[in-house]
């Protein structure tokens, strides 16, 4: 059987370059800090040429791993992104889903396989999963088509997911009165809207920037006073105020459905 082959271009998805950097500075002088390895025991400073990685097999025992050691461990191959099987997007939980990238042609003469790929994957409705080596690591991927294109999503690996039961196991069993589940569904319903990103900001980005702008321009710095966590207030009269709330005509941040035409 032929394999069908294209060039594709990976792009990240999604960046932190645009979040505000802070350095360490020395209080007295202005000047940043460097960070240097000093030897545990001795205290001494350690060039980079004497620092070497080690795994620790007993409390203060190391192997030591030379580079070309751990270079060795690499899988060979290239960054080929070789489909595995095709599999129904629902199917993957989204809890392994790691970092997006946007899938395109890598040159001109791709496009119309990488198209076909595309219409491909939205006819039959599945996405593919894929391995590359990525980063030192055989990486698995989760490709679906997206608007244009198509995303990429790595996924975690098995053994780096935790076990729900140390997480729930504490949660006891608890069955809601009647009104109280008629008042949650109440609230959910009036408050339904639609995801929009655009709406969601950084707070503490965004007063981060403000406390910088603030101390550039030799602005006073106040202290932002926090309010005492409020007792904790029964569930059924807490749902009644907010119902009652939401009834005055309190609106949600979230934009509401957009609203299907009539063919």
């Not at 990240?12 to 209080?27: G, P």
């Not at 975690?156 to 809601?176: L, Q």
């Not at 602005?219 to 907010?242: D, F, G, M």
């Amino acid at each position: 059987m032929a394999e069908v082959t294209t060039p594709v271009a990976l792009y990240a998805a999604a960046s932190s370059s645009a979040r505000i950097a802070l350095h360490t500075v020395n209080r007295e002088t202005g000047n940043r800090v460097h960070r240097q390895y000093v030897d545990a025991e001795t205290g001494a400073p350690v060039p980079p040429e004497d620092q070497v990685k080690g795994y620790e097999v007993a409390k203060g025992e190391f192997v030591t791993l030379e580079p070309e050691e751990a270079a060795a461990a690499i899988p060979r191959g290239d960054k080929t992104l070789e489909v595995a099987a095709f599999v129904d997007r629902g199917e993957i939980d989204e809890l392994y889903f790691d970092r997006p990238y946007f899938l395109g042609p890598a040159e001109r003469s791709a496009a119309e396989v990488f198209g076909l790929l595309c219409e491909g994957l939205k006819a039959a409705k599945v996405a593919a999963i894929a391995r590359a080596l990525l980063f030192r690591r055989v990486r698995s991927l989760l490709i679906a088509p997206y608007e244009a294109g198509l995303v990429a999503m790595t996924l975690k690996f098995d053994y780096e997911m935790r076990s729900v039961d140390d997480a729930f196991s504490r949660i006891p069993p608890t069955e809601s009165s009647r009104e109280a589940l008629d008042l949650a569904k109440h609230i959910i319903r009036t408050k339904r809207g639609a995801f929009d990103p655009s709406e969601f900001h950084d707070r503490y980005e965004a007063a981060l920037a403000e406390l910088v702008k603030a101390k550039v321009e030799g602005k006073p710095i106040r202290a932002v006073r926090r309010a005492p966590p409020a007792p904790q207030a029964n569930l059924l009269a807490a749902l009644r105020e907010s119902a009652r709330a939401v009834g005055k005509g309190e609106r949600s941040r979230l934009k509401p459905p957009a609203r299907k035409k009539a063919s």
